[in-house]
T-cell receptor, first 115, second 113 residues
Framework: KAGVTQTPRYLIKTRGQQVTLSCSPI?????VSWYQQTPGQGLQFLFE???????NKGNFPGRFSGRQFSNSRSEMNVSTLELGDSALYLC??????????????FGSGTQLSVL | AQSVTQPDIHITVSEGASLELRCNYS??????LFWYVQSPGQGLQLLLK??????LVQGIKGFEAEFKRSQSSFNLRKPSVHWSDAAEYFC???????????FGTGTSLTVIP
């Protein structure tokens, strides 16, 4: 079974631009979550999607958005990029989730650099 | 508010020595607790998890962790470290209200020969 796939692996953007990241979960997994990882901050929860609906959202500005398609693939969009958005963005999938007790399967991440 | 603290940013141990990584959590209810490991350039991999029952849980790669409610801790241990254990380790608590997890800032482990 293929793991969680994130594309692209690396991105370089300039301030003010927008970016879209993609995540394909493990086959059969219906929950997809996104995390921002920065040195010293660890992983911070962005949002979670289940059956094409955003089910949970973290404390990030509205510039960060996402969506999930009927095949469970998910995209994350960041508009009006700021220097502080430079980070590793990790996608994680799980079969169902819902109670915070399910193992997450992580992709290798997309490293975003904002210049 | 839920939170996880990993007091040690970086730890260096000799190969063959024992290891303990500290994790303290803040959560109102009985927590769902996890330890993940991240190797360079990789995503996170689950080492072990605690939901209830026996407070000493066994995981993969010879790791174990002990839940201590009185100390709000969930420390990770390994009796004999291997060079391949060098990685970043994250403790996390799962929110009962949804598929949302709170991670610590991580502990970077260096293993010297």
């Amino acid at each position: 079974k293929a793991g969680v796939t994130q594309t692209p692996r690396y991105l370089i953007k300039t301030r003010g631009q927008q970016v879209t990241l993609s995540c394909s979960p493990i086959s059969g997994h219906r929950s997809v979550s996104w995390y921002q990882q920065t040195p010293g901050q660890g992983l911070q929860f962005l949002f979670e999607y289940f059956s094409e609906t955003q089910r949970n959202k973290g404390n990030f500005p509205g510039r960060f958005s996402g969506r999930q398609f009927s095949n469970s693939r998910s995209e994350m969009n960041v508009s009006t990029l700021e220097l502080g958005d430079s980070a590793l963005y990790l996608c994680a999938s799980s079969y169902n989730g819902g109670l915070g007790n399910e193992k997450l399967f992580f992709g290798s991440g997309t490293q975003l650099s904002v210049l | 508010a839920q939170s996880v603290t990993q007091p040690d940013i970086h730890i260096t141990v000799s190969e063959g020595a024992s290891l303990e990584l500290r994790c303290n959590y803040s959560y109102g209810a009985t927590p769902y607790l996890f330890w993940y490991v991240q190797s360079p350039g990789q995503g996170l991999q689950l080492l072990l998890k605690y939901f209830s029952g026996d407070t000493l849980v066994q995981g993969i790669k010879g790791f174990e962790a002990e839940f201590k409610r009185s100390q709000s801790s969930f420390n990770l241990r390994k009796p004999s470290v291997h060079w391949s254990d060098a990685a970043e380790y994250f403790c996390a608590v799962g929110a009962h209200t949804g598929n949302q997890f709170y991670f610590g800032t991580g502990t970077s482990l260096t293993v010297i020969p």
